[in-house]
C-alpha cells in the first residue's frame, strides 16, 4: 500500500502533451450575468424570439445556447432527434402536451423522439433558459407533419449571417465552433 500523497504533491499539472487534435477549450466567463444583457449579439429568430451561442458543436451534431422569449404564447412545436438539457434562468415555460412547468432555477430533460409545444406564459414579460440540444429539431403541425428544423447548422449560419450584419469580423463566430 502506498503512503497518502502530500496536497503538494496534488498540485502538480499533468507533465505529458494532450491527446493529439483535441479542440481548444471553451471557457465564457459572465455567461449567468453579463451574457444575459440585452445587447444586439443576441441572435434574432424572429421578432420576440432570440439566442446567444455559447458552443456550436459541428462535429459533435450539438449545440448549447441562452433562448430568450419576449412574448408570451406558443413559441414552437417540434419534435427532438436527440436529448435536451434545460436550465430556466429567468421566467417559466412549459409544454401544452405535460402537467409540469419549468419555472426559474429548474432543471428539465427531454428525452429524443418527444413531441411537444412549447408556451410561454401570458405573465412572464421575458424567459431566459440555457439550451442543450443534440442532434436538432423537426418544426411540426399539430399532426405532426414536418414544417421545418433547426440544427447546429441552421444555428450557425443564423449567428453567423447576424455577426456580420452588426459589422463584426467574419471569424467572430469561430470562437464558438468546436
Known sequence: MTAPAKPDELAIPYQLPQ?????????LPGVMSQWLE???LWVPV???VSFKPLLLNT??????????VRQSGVLSRHRHTGGVHAIVLKGRWYYLEHDWVAEEGSFAYEP???????????DVEEMVTWFHVQGGYTYVDPQGVAVGYEDVFTKLENA??????????DDYIEQFIR
Open 160 to 169: 453567423r449571417a447576424h455577426y456580420k450584419s452588426l459589422g463584426l469580423p
Open 112 to 122: 429524443p423522439g418527444e413531441t411537444h409545444t412549447l408556451y410561454v406564459p401570458e
Open 19 to 27: 491527446v493529439p487534435f483535441m479542440t481548444p477549450d471553451l471557457v
Open 46 to 48: 424572429t421578432k420576440s
Open 38 to 40: 440585452d445587447d444586439e
Open 59 to 68: 462535429s459533435g451534431g450539438y449545440y448549447i445556447n441562452l433562448l430568450r
